[in-house]
């Protein structure tokens, strides 16, 4: 592979102004470039205006038409910030079995409220999982197709007072959502601010 050209190579730290064939400019600091690939990674200001947090856009060079150096940094980038694999590989795993949890729901022929229910729950209680078409939470309360306040047994006591107030405010907000109009929820979705990291 031959050596990078004059301004096919952006160091880590410098600022860049891109101009891409959609006429939209970006501007920010580079996190990484790839040359085989000609992806660029800048960290930008954030779309929601928020200080503390930054948008992160991957360029394809390919469809930028005009690519200005900023201030180039000449000096080595600071050291990467260490992960915490452990904390990772635990995130990656409660990920993995909660798409598995999910996957299960759907082969076993489990209902949309069902599958919404579950989630409404496991987002409180992660202690709960799937019994053929039976949730169950803590391993103490058993909640039945229709999946209703009516359908949740258990042992009386809190847990089970706890989890049919669960039930009881996942199907009133689900309620609550259907009697809004189409137009005024996707309003409500055009209003909302869009994904910074």
């Known amino acids: 592979m031959a050596a990078p050209g004059p301004g096919e190579y952006f160091s880590v730290g410098s600022h860049v102004s891109c101009l891409t064939c959609l006429g939209q400019r970006l501007q920010g600091e580079v996190v990484a470039f790839d040359y085989q690939s000609k992806m660029l990674t800048l960290k930008c200001a954030s779309s929601s205006g928020k200080p503390n947090l930054s948008d992160v856009v991957l360029i394809n060079l390919a469809?930028?038409?005009?690519?200005?150096?900023?201030?180039?940094?000449?000096?080595t980038p600071p050291p990467?910030?260490?992960?915490?694999?452990?904390?990772l590989a635990s995130r990656a795993r409660t990920e993995k079995e909660d798409k598995l949890s999910q996957a299960y729901a759907i082969s076993a022929g489990v209902s949309i409220e069902g599958q919404q229910l579950f989630h409404t729950i496991h987002k409180t209680i992660?202690?709960?999982?799937?019994?053929?078409k039976n949730i169950i939470v803590m391993d103490d309360v058993v909640i039945s197709p229709p999946y209703q306040v009516d359908n949740c047994k258990g042992k009386e006591g809190s847990a089970l007072?706890?989890?049919?107030?669960?039930?009881?405010?996942?199907?009133?907000?689900?309620?609550?959502?259907?009697?809004?109009?189409?137009?005024?929820?996707?309003?409500?979705?055009?209003?909302?601010?869009?994904?910074s990291s």
């Open 63 to 75: 469809y930028v038409s005009e690519v200005d150096i900023i201030n180039d940094r000449t000096e």
């Open 80 to 87: 990467l910030a260490s992960l915490n694999i452990s904390k």
């Open 126 to 132: 992660k202690d709960c999982k799937w019994q053929e």
């Open 161 to 195: 007072s706890h989890i049919r107030k669960i039930v009881e405010k996942h199907f009133r907000d689900a309620e609550g959502q259907k009697s809004v109009p189409r137009t005024q929820a996707q309003q409500t979705q055009k209003d909302s601010p869009s994904l």
